[in-house]
């Protein structure tokens, strides 16, 4: 089997025989019931090989969908003109990159159109001109589709001048599809996040939002299903090198990297990219994470002062899921549309979606990808450092875990001192999931809640952080509100420790340790 890795181009992919998970029964629907289409989903997630397909079935290409349910569902085949726009592979720094693209791609659409606009100095009035022509010289309503059409955008967020530069610009040009109805057959764009409607698609009120629709959850990503079917004897195959039974390496590819949910109530999806990788390779590992992650997601959570252990188990509306808004703070819709939280349940009642990492893969990834924002600590230095966390633990060494704890958190911004607590919570909560360890901040008990608890195989601690007051406090507040007592009967030495953190010095000042 030849993996498309780094294949985008359904043509090459179907001429070059790489395998195909076959989603052109999806397509097929979403071309007859509707016309100008929106389509989030985070990256390297299968977009740009669907708007491929899409171009191929628009420019009748019939021969490529042999033995693919396409070829059985269409029975009239039609040429259509595309314009196929693909904002993704440019770095977007000034207002005059976005044009210079633009413009590069309406030249080449009225060099092939004839086009009577080129002179024209307004974009938006191109684009338009450019669909009637396509129109008029074919005899066939114009396709349009647009690839990563909020890459300028996600790329400024920050930058406040240039992201308004960006959506005034992109606002105006995409606006043109509302205009442009009459002379076109279809439309879709895709992108990782959506704008809110007072943003760059507030003139097109004909745009049809399937991201969250259930008939369309499947349109990109790999079902169960269609893992089971298409690489069964892939799984096999890595079980083998991995001396894994069948049924342990398709558990182990579950819990890595299913569990995508676009909505509710359906069936989990698996990250494409990250799967392919694993059977080609035959090794398990982080590959969409090590793709790259933004550093103006971890930006926002830090700007918004927000818990990171909320992020699992948040509530949040379809409305604050379904858009970001214009120069937002608020993480939650970033985190879920770019696929690093999803939804894992539903409140039908108060219409509350519940949302947490995706699997272990985004979970992992994400919690090491924080600890250099939150710590002086590198990404490269982060394994030797949570080494000597896991040792300490595990052997009861606790004074050694709280001086590790202390060097760890040397250096803290003098800024965060309003936010000191909120910050070392983030910081202690990102260490032990590192660790491994069983870990839950402000652990509920009937007396309290527990600061931070750790778990080890012999070992329980039950850690209290106090600010500007003294150690003793710490550990009698463990005493007396009984914070042990839930652990009891388990059999596990319980380690109680109560710190003090100094505003002056931000940092872990003393500890008390009682066992």
Not at 160 to 186: I, P, W
Not at 225 to 238: G, Q
Request: a negative charge.
């Amino acid at each position: 089997m030849i993996y498309p890795i780094g294949r985008q181009n359904f043509e090459n992919l179907r001429n070059e025989g790489y395998v195909y998970v076959d989603k052109t029964a999806l397509i097929y629907k979403l071309v007859k019931e509707g016309s100008i289409y929106f389509l989030s989903r985070p990256r390297r997630f299968g977009k740009s090989l669907l708007l491929s397909t899409l171009e191929a079935y628009f420019t009748g290409k019939k021969e490529l969908f042999a033995g693919l349910a396409m070829e059985q569902l269409e029975k009239e085949w039609h040429k259509h003109p595309v314009l196929h726009l693909d904002l993704n592979a440019e770095k977007y720094d000034n207002i005059e990159e976005l044009k210079n693209i633009l413009h590069t791609y309406l030249r080449q659409w009225e060099n092939e159109y004839g086009s009577n606009e080129s002179h024209n100095t307004s974009l938006s009035q191109r684009f338009r001109a450019v669909i009637r022509a396509a129109k008029e010289k074919t005899g066939r309503n114009t396709v349009v589709l647009i690839d990563e059409y909020d890459k300028p955008i996600l790329q400024a967020i920050g930058n406040e001048k240039l992201q308004e530069e960006f959506r005034n610009t992109l606002k105006a040009f995409y606006g043109v599809l509302k205009s442009a109805d009459a002379d076109l057959k279809f439309a879709l764009l895709t992108g990782v996040s959506k704008f809110s409607k007072v943003s760059v698609f507030s003139d097109l009120n004909n745009l049809n939002d399937i991201s969250m629709d259930s008939r369309y959850h499947d349109i990109c990503g790999i079902t169960d299903e269609e893992l089971l079917t298409v690489f069964d004897e892939e799984i096999e195959a890595l079980a083998t090198a991995n001396n894994q039974t069948k049924e342990e390496a398709y558990k182990q590819l579950q819990r890595t990297y299913d569990g995508y949910h676009f909505t509710h109530s359906t069936q989990g999806l698996y990250n494409p990219f990250s799967v392919l990788n694993t059977l080609a390779k035959k090794t398990y590992g982080s590959y969409w994470f090590s793709t790259g992650t933004p550093t103006y997601l971890v930006e926002l959570i830090k700007k918004a002062n927000f818990n990171i252990e909320e992020l699992s188990g948040y509530e949040a509306s379809e409305e604050q899921l379904s858009s970001v808004h214009a120069g937002t703070i608020d993480p939650i819709p970033v985190l879920y549309q770019s696929g690093y939280l999803t939804i894992k349940d539903f409140d039908e009642e108060f219409r509350l979606y519940t949302l947490n990492y995706p699997n272990e893969e985004v979970k992992s990834g994400f919690v090491n990808f924080l600890l250099p924002f939150y710590t002086k600590v590198q990404a490269t230095q982060a394994q030797t450092i949570i080494s000597k966390f896991v040792t300490s633990a595990r052997k009861g060494k606790a004074d050694d875990f709280m001086r590790h704890l202390q060097s760890l958190m040397a250096g803290t911004p003098y800024e965060l001192i309003k936010e000191l607590e909120n910050h070392y919570q983030n910081v202690i909560y990102i260490i032990t999931k590192l660790m491994g360890l069983y870990v839950q901040a402000e652990y509920r008990t009937s007396n309290g809640r527990i600061d931070i608890l750790i778990g080890t195989n012999d070992y329980i601690y039950i850690i209290e952080l106090k600010f500007n007051a003294t150690a003793q406090e710490a550990i009698e507040q463990i005493e007396n509100k009984d914070y042990a007592l839930p652990f009891a009967a388990e059999g596990r030495e319980i380690i109680k420790i109560g710190a003090n953190v100094s505003i002056k010095t931000r940092n872990i000042e003393e500890w008390i340790i009682k066992q």
